[in-house]
């Protein structure tokens, strides 16, 4: 799959013109082995270059660093014989040595950015290329799933995790792929490297702001998909019903890129006409360059409607004809964590557990399931700590359109978990303060008539709940399980 290549291969130049033949690359000094390339990136808390050292006594063949790092690792790289490369962006510059030394890559790509909707559009994404026959896997918060499947621990992994696994699938057969591009992953140069056909656009609204400075740098960090990585012949897929969504094709066309318009604004390429929805699902029609289209989808909540509309946009944008794709689209069903129907009480009253942890999706969860809904709507939120506390009483606003809401824990971290209770509560003062997310989940399925719904948001398809430093299991979806079964009456 790799094998060693020279710095050059790789698209480095060391200094003095010095040359090095590269067996592995690490950016943690405790994981190098002899030959290989050490990057010593920028941290937030400690620059890598102060593991130098390390890496050059576990046999490092050259060091990666910027100005900075090469600075604080004079001393250590004075008497060493090294390769040393000095990059203005060692990021990009790592993100594109990895792509070459791993080499291989699904030959078909698409990266989505969003705020919210960017699981839901890859895995739609993906499902829909399984669909029309094709080898294909989805990478990003639930890890890498489809027809090769492997464990990830970020949404957009490290350049070596990345350029490996998408090696790893083309080489088990994989040819199409759709990648989760987080702020974070934009802004660290993660996806740089990847060979992408199309790259889509869901929303905007506020998160991450514990990371970014403000609005405007996150909004960049999102834009960097098309502004950079998506090459100039690629096709960007743009939800522009989205305020943000205009400022993106804007970006997008100023790169010469294509263009494809979704949404339910007029002017849409592939807009949509109408939704009608049901208590399992919806009826969705819409229009493809003036054919008028009609199916049904099982899945809850208009958003998710919106989702499966951006991933079709993206899969034509691929070159899959347009009837196949909208032949496939009715076969769609829920991703894990999304909008899932977890539980149903024997009155038929029902459970949703929704990943929803900002404002914007909060809001836009409760509005989406109230169509589905002909009774009360219970909804259950919390927010995590040692994050963007600016957003905690937001998000008590947010389900104000919820009949009855539940304030929880959602993951304290080091946080006193009262507090994070509490900024919430100052959005939402009528709520209901239940600690316990077990006991949150049990009293909210308990308060089910026939005709009503509970939806619990915040945690999705996560299986942890995060306290101090530890991980305690949990999984909402489990929880709703068991408390249904203990308040029917079903054995266990």
Not at 348 to 377: E, Q
Not at 431 to 440: K, L, S, Y
Request: aromatic content about 6%.
């Amino acid at each position: 799959m790799s094998g060693e290549k020279t710095l050059s291969e790789l698209g480095l130049t060391a200094r003095g013109g010095r040359e090095a033949r590269i067996s592995g690359i690490s950016v943690d000094s405790r994981a190098v082995m002899p030959g290989h390339l050490f990057a010593a990136m920028p941290g937030t808390k400690v620059h890598g270059a102060r593991f130098v050292d390390a890496a050059l006594s576990q046999g490092a063949a050259a060091v990666l660093t910027d100005a900075e790092g090469a600075q604080i690792a004079a001393e250590a790289l004075a008497g060493s014989e090294v390769a040393l490369v000095i990059a203005a962006d060692p990021r990009q510059a790592l993100a594109f040595a990895c792509a070459l030394f791993f080499g291989a890559q699904p030959a078909t790509m698409i990266a989505v950015t969003g705020t919210n909707g960017k699981t839901s559009v890859a895995t739609f994404v993906r499902r829909l290329w399984q669909e029309m026959g094709f080898r294909a896997v989805n990478l990003g918060t639930t890890g890498i799933e489809g027809d090769w499947q492997a464990p990830l621990r970020h949404t957009t992994p490290d350049p070596i995790t990345l350029h490996k696994a998408l090696a790893e699938a083309a080489l088990a057969g994989v040819e199409h792929a759709a990648m989760e591009a987080s702020s974070h992953g934009l802004d660290q140069r993660r996806l740089d490297g990847v060979q992408l056909r199309a790259a889509g656009f869901t929303n905007f609204s506020q998160d991450h702001l514990d990371y970014h400075a403000d609005f405007e740098e996150y909004f960049a960090a999102k834009a960097g998909l098309f502004a950079r990585v998506l090459p100039e012949e690629g096709t960007a897929v743009v939800n522009i019903d989205d305020a943000r969504g205009i400022d993106m094709l804007a970006i997008a066309k100023a790169r010469g890129q294509e263009t494809l318009t979704v949404g339910d604004s007029q002017g849409a390429d592939l807009r949509l006409l109408g939704q009608r929805f049901d208590a399992t699902g919806q009826e969705l029609r819409l229009s493809w360059h003036g054919v008028v289209e009609q199916f049904r989808l099982n899945l809850i909540g208009g958003f998710q409607g919106q989702n499966a509309l951006l991933a079709a946009g993206l899969v034509i944008a691929c070159g899959a004809e347009a009837e196949d794709v909208f032949r496939a689209l009715p076969k769609l069903d829920t991703v894990r964590g999304r909008m899932q129907l977890a539980a149903t009480r024997d009155s038929g009253a029902a459970v949703y557990v929704d990943f929803a942890h900002t404002p914007d999706a909060v809001s836009t969860a409760i509005k989406a399931l109230r169509p589905h809904v002909m009774g009360r709507l219970v909804a259950i939120i919390g927010a995590g700590g040692d994050r963007d506390a600016g957003k905690r009483p937001l998000m008590g606003a947010a389900a104000e359109h919820a009949d009855v809401v539940i304030v929880t824990d959602d993951n304290p971290r080091s946080e006193d978990p009262a507090a994070i209770r509490l900024q919430v509560l100052g959005g939402a003062p009528e709520a209901i303060e239940v600690g316990d997310r077990a006991e949150a989940i049990l009293r909210g399925v308990d308060m089910l008539q026939p005709g009503d719904a509970l939806l619990v948001c915040g945690k999705g398809h996560e299986t942890g709940q995060i306290v101090g430093d530890t991980v305690y299991p949990f999984d909402d979806v489990e929880q709703a399980s068991v408390a249904v079964a203990a308040l029917d009456g079903r054995g266990l």
